[in-house]
């Protein structure tokens, strides 16, 4: 490994270059980052996760409609993290984001920190972080984009992942203590996918011949035991905490999610590279195969190291995801650090190759040509990147609405000051939990606005509805007036049932399937007769 990335540039040309391209890759890692609402399924639950940690202050145990999270079990590193930036910045999109956003940004540094300090060179170091940085799937929803495990994730795994090669390079304890280390965040951010990496690890030890030499040091053990102390120290307390913790962890994250298929995220074993082709990478996807060749038949030993090990890291990420029973898009973003090494070792290659070709062209050219190649490469992911982060849509998953984030886009607004929603009930089919946070936040602030049951409405209030079916049953059954509409939403007044037989059956409400919905924390208070006032709808 060479100096310290900063004593290495000693040009002020090359720090201004470092600066100018650092502040380009964080433009789509933060640009519009609260833009759109919290999204369904994930980023929901663990927002709420983290506003019931914020508002009770117990920081051990999860928790999802104020009792203990069986559903989600992962360890609280990323709930940790957005519970401590609301209580910097208050409870919002960007407290639940700014995690991941800020781990996207580390990962960056850390592939151009590790390129400069291992390769020498300026120019694959910079291209590894634009490659990075303008990888469709990784600066997307459920990744860098969203508050969701997978940006972090995907630090820690890189992190560790080259704190070993380091290891195997120079033989420092400091780099091993260094892997462990990001071994037990990434364990403490999302469970045993923080392990995926460790396989592929071993082989390249094993091919370098250093399973002797990692037997012999004791960083090894101390290291071991260090993560062995946090991981299981966090496991038991939660645990002896709240009893049946750890059966729910076997059920979710290992046996269950491995050899099952959850909630029908099902695939073959090509599914990551079809996403990939059709998708998630896209525009850097064909360089893998040329980089693949280049890098193991190089001249240069270092890159012939780098290539095989970055090879083994997505052997070993590909061959668990793709095996598993159940298969998410998102399972794959810890490839894409490795895939970046790959391209930008490649793509410099290319530049070296075009500058010797050069050498009898005219100084203008040999100087500007080059940089205009990779320059013109970088800039169309890029321009597409960018135009994704100005103009961020939420996603819509299959069989669901289009205004599927009507209420959830009312919610966020009011909680942003812009919209007063007090008195509002929200009547939603299905599963709630990205309005349910905006919904807790406001009647913590007093402003009354509670989750309801559909199947159960009361004359006399006033009600948000998006879904087609669910206004229908209201107004078939209630007279009603339209105070509003708006985001695809509509506010209605509702007054007398339509008949004794339905204005019975308002006194005593249907007791609805909530097994897919999540309800306020707060109870719907009575509004017959009462008079509402009308929200700047």
Known sequence: MHER????????????????????????????????????????????????MYSNGDWLVTSFAGAPDLWNTKPPMLIWLQAAFMHLIGPSEWAVRLPSAIAGTATAALLLIFCMRYLG???????????????????????????????????????????????CETGRDRYLLAFFI??????????????????????????????????????????MLGFIAVVSSYYLAREMHHPGYLDAVLENELFGRYFEVIETHQG?????????????????????????LFGLVANDPRI???TLFSLLMLASLFLLISTAGTKLPWYSAPAYPFMALLVAMFLYGCLQVLERRLEAA???????????????????????????????????YSGEEDNYYAISLLLKEAVDGE??????????????????????????????????????????????????????????????????????????????????????????PVKADRSAAIVSLS????RAGAEVASPEL
């Open 268 to 292: 073959d074993l090509l599914t990551y590279l079809k996403r990939m082709i059709k998708v998630d990478y896209t525009y850097w996807l064909g360089f893998l195969p040329l980089a693949t």
């Open 304 to 306: 012939r190291r780098l």
């Open 5 to 52: 990335f900063f004593t290495a540039i000693s040009n002020h040309r090359e720090r201004l270059l470092i600066a100018s391209l650092f502040l380009l890759a964080l433009v789509p890692l933060f640009i519009n980052l609260g833009a759109i609402p919290i999204q369904v399924w994930d980023e929901s639950r663990l927002a709420i996760n983290a506003y019931e």
């Open 523 to 526: 109870e719907a208070r009575q």
């Open 419 to 508: 919209r007063d929603l007090r008195g509002a009930e929200v009547l939603y089919d299905g599963y709630a939990a990205h309005q349910a946070f905006y919904a807790q936040v406001l009647a913590d602030r007093g402003h009354d606005v509670t989750l309801g049951d559909w199947l159960a409405p009361r004359s006399g209030s006033l009600v948000i509805a998006s879904q087609d079916h669910v206004i229908g049953s209201l107004t078939g059954a209630f007279e009603w007036a339209l105070v509003g509409e708006d985001q695809g939403a509509k506010l209605l007044l509702l007054s007398e049932a339509k008949s004794s037989d339905l204005a019975a059956a308002t006194e005593e």
């Open 362 to 396: 005219p100084q203008l050219v040999r100087s500007t040509l080059p940089t205009a190649v990779i320059t013109a490469m970088i800039a169309m992911p890029y321009g597409m990147i960018l135009h994704k982060t100005l103009f961020p849509e939420s996603r819509i």
């Open 121 to 167: 060179q300026l120019t694959p170091s910079l291209i590894a972080m634009m490659v990075l940085v303008t990888t469709w799937g990784y600066v997307d929803i459920h990744v860098t984009r969203t508050g969701d495990y997978d940006a972090l994730l995907v630090l820690f795994t890189t992190a560790s992942a080259l704190a070993f090669f380091a290891f």
């Open 182 to 223: 990001a071994l037990t965040l990434a364990v403490m951010t999302k469970s045993v996918s923080g392990l995926f990496l460790v396989p592929g690890l071993a082989l390249y030890a094993l091919l370098r011949k250093q399973v002797l030499t990692l037997l012999l040091r004791p960083s090894l053990y101390l290291g």
